[in-house]
């Protein structure tokens, strides 16, 4: 059991840059694959980056690539979502999600709250 709180989204102009954090309470976070996930408007939740539980292995979106940046603390038990370019198609709801495996992030086992990144001038 995995309880998950994301902070840091807010209202930023284009090609500025945020910084997401999503922090876990319980036991066993390295265990544990972690991703970030986002959901606009009128659209279905899509998949942004993950990092499996060592940092070792990571995966963005073709959308996302060379803009940002996922890593983790494990012991902060915190995974950061560094965003830099910012466009207003990046304008959604942030979601962090968690489960065992990389493989299993598919179809996250625990979700956090989601936190509002609004992109516009």
């Known amino acids: 059991q995995v309880q998950l709180v994301e902070s840091g989204g807010g209202l930023v102009q284009p090609g500025g840059s945020l910084r997401l954090s999503c922090a876990a309470s319980g036991r066993g976070f390295s265990s544990y694959a972690m991703g970030w996930f986002r959901q606009g408007p009128g659209k279905e939740r899509e998949f942004v980056a993950k990092?499996?539980?060592?940092?070792?292995?990571?995966q963005y979106a073709d959308s996302v690539k060379g803009r940002f940046t996922i890593s983790r603390d494990n012991r902060k038990s915190t995974v950061y979502l560094q965003m830099n370019s910012l466009n207003p198609e990046d304008t959604a709801v942030y979601y962090c999600g968690a489960a065992i495996g990389l493989m299993a992030l598919q179809a996250p086992n625990y979700w956090g709250q989601g936190t509002q990144v609004t992109v516009s001038s």
């Open positions: 990092i499996g539980g060592s940092g070792t292995v990571i």
